[in-house]
T-cell receptor, first 116, second 116 residues
Framework: GENVEQHPSTLSVQEGDSAVIKCTYS??????FPWYKQELGKRPQLIID?????GEKKDQRIAVTLNKTAKHFSLHITETQPEDSAVYFC???????????????FGKGTKLSVKP | SQTIHQWPATLVQPVGSPLSLECTVE??????LYWYRQAAGRGLQLLFY??????ISSEVPQNLSASRPQDRQFILSSKKLLLSDSGFYLC???????????????FGEGSWLTVV
């Protein structure tokens, strides 16, 4: 089955700096890679996702890149703010035709701390 | 839009006692339903998933079980809790859809379980 590795487990940056979180996956059939942000005691919330037919996707200060050959994908947060502090999870899955959905397998998470 | 109701939100149970966490969904039909566990300081671990009524797949062997008596109801149970069962339990759904159509996973608000 799919295995997702996520690094680093903790990341501390100064406000305004960039933060990068990296994930690798094992199943070459995986084609859907979402990122979730989880604040303490709350449910994870989707912040951005990427499908295997694109190499990069941006949404304001957040971007995700995907390298299918190397089987890794990364989350980039620019101009970090204190409210970006949270745990971030990457995940991998297989989106099938006709509505079948593979299970989302999550990385172990990265605790991001943005210091003012 | 789909919503997930999960309860109880918090509970403290003694070792050896039974457990029942309930999850119901609205606004969708034939969803794939999931139970994840998040131990303190750790990532999201997939416990069970269900693609339909009475269909349960277990990802991790343990003393927990799951049932899906109705299309929009998913229950997590245990006959005898262990200390290691403590954690944050999340019910989730993935709405069936076509490939690259924006499928994603939606989480319930979570249930904090402390086994003492």
């Amino acid at each position: 089955g799919e295995n997702v590795e996520q690094h680093p487990s903790t990341l501390s940056v100064q406000e305004g700096d960039s933060a990068v979180i990296k994930c690798t996956y094992s199943d070459s059939a995986s084609n859907y890679f979402p990122w979730y942000k989880q604040e303490l005691g709350k449910r994870p919330q989707l912040i951005i996702d990427i499908r295997s037919n694109v190499g990069e996707k941006k949404d304001q200060r957040i971007a995700v890149t995907l390298n299918k050959t190397a089987k890794h994908f990364s989350l980039h947060i620019t101009e970090t703010q204190p409210e970006d502090s949270a745990v971030y999870f990457c995940a991998a899955s297989i989106l099938g035709y006709g509505g079948s959905q593979g299970n989302l397998i999550f990385g172990k998470g990265t605790k991001l701390s943005v210091k003012p | 839009s789909q919503t997930i109701h999960q309860w109880p939100a918090t509970l403290v149970q003694p070792v050896g006692s039974p457990l029942s966490l309930e999850c119901t969904v609205e606004g969708t039909s034939n969803p794939n339903l999931y139970w994840y566990r998040q131990a303190a300081g750790r990532g999201l671990q997939l416990l069970f998933y269900s693609v339909g009524i009475g269909q349960i797949s277990s990802e991790v062997p343990q003393n927990l079980s799951a049932s899906r008596p109705q299309d929009r109801q998913f229950i997590l149970s245990s006959k005898k809790l262990l200390l290691s069962d403590s954690g944050f339990y999340l019910c989730a759904l993935i709405q069936a859809g076509r490939i690259f159509s924006g499928n994603t996973i939606y989480f319930g608000e979570g249930s904090w379980l402390t086994v003492v």
